[in-house]
C-alpha cells in the first residue's frame, strides 16, 4: 500500500531546444529515487504542465515511469476548469500504473464552494486511482475551504492533501486533526512547522536539491529531536527562498543545469533565471552540497 507521506518532488519537465526532453526526464527521475524522494509527481505545476499538449504529457509520464521501479510511486497533476474536460482527462488515465492523481481546484472561474465539491466529486467518479487534493488558490483564484476538504475526506478515493494555501496556521492544524487525509506540505518553507503540527511530508518543489535533508529533518522530527530538524531546516531555508525568488521553476531548473541533470531551458512564458540569481545559485548550491 503506497504511504503519502514523506518527501515527493514535483518533477521539472526538461526541455531540449523547444521539445520535451524525455531522455533528460528518465535520468532525473532516476536521480531523485536513488536520491532519496518518497515519490514524484509529474505534470505539476513546478513541471510547466500548461505549456504541453495532452501527448506531450502522457509521453513524459510512461518515460519517468520506466524510469524508476515498478513500486516506486508516481503521481500525475491534472487541472482544468471545465469539469467535464477534466473528469474526461482522468478516465484516460485509468489504465496507468499511477499512485496518485494531483487535482486542483477549477483556476480563473472561481467556482463557489459548492461547484468545487461537485468539481472533485466528478474527477473521483470518472477516476480509478487515488486522488491528492491541491490547494493553491494564489494560482487558482479560489481557496478549497477546510469544510469542503473535510467534506471530500469523506470519500476514501481522496487520500491526501497538497496545502499551498499561504500558511495560515489554523486551515493547516484543522486539517490535520479534523480528516483523515495525508497533509502534504506545498508551502516548502513551511515544513518544518507543519511537520511538528502532525503533518505527513511535502510535496517541495525545493527537495530537487538534496531531498535526503528534507527526509533527514522529518525523520528527527518522527524522534522528537526537534533541535537537529531545526538546524537542517535553517541550513535549508536561504536555499529555498532563492530558489523561489524568481517565478518556478526558473531557479529550480537552472540549479539542476548547473549539477548536469537538465539544460536550463523554460518554455514561454516562462524565463530562465537572471544572471545576478545564477551568480547567487552558485555560491549556494556549494554550501548546500557541503552538509
Known sequence: MIEFSGIWVPMVTPFLNGQVDLAAAA???KHLAEQGADGLVVCGTTGESATLSTSEQHQLLAAVLTAVSK?????FGISGNNTAEVAQAAAAL???PIAALLVSAPYYVRPSQSGI???FEAIAAASHHPLIIYNIPYRTGVTIEPATI????????FVAIKESGGGQIEPIYQIINETPLKFLSGEDHLIFISSCMGGHGAIAAAAHIRPDLY???????QEGNLAAARIIDLQLRPLIKLLFSEPNPAVIKAALAMQGL??????LPMTSASAETKSKLSMLLAE???I
Open 71 to 75: 513500486d516506486f510511486p508516481v503521481a
Open 117 to 119: 465539491l461537485q468539481h
Open 288 to 290: 548546500i552540497n557541503a
Open 215 to 221: 527526509k533527514k529533518m522529518l525523520s528527527y522530527i
Open 94 to 96: 485509468n489504465n496507468m
Open 262 to 267: 537538465i539544460h536550463d531551458e523554460l518554455r
Open 150 to 157: 473535510k467534506a471530500l475526506s469523506l470519500n476514501p478515493q
Open 27 to 29: 535520468r532525473l527521475a
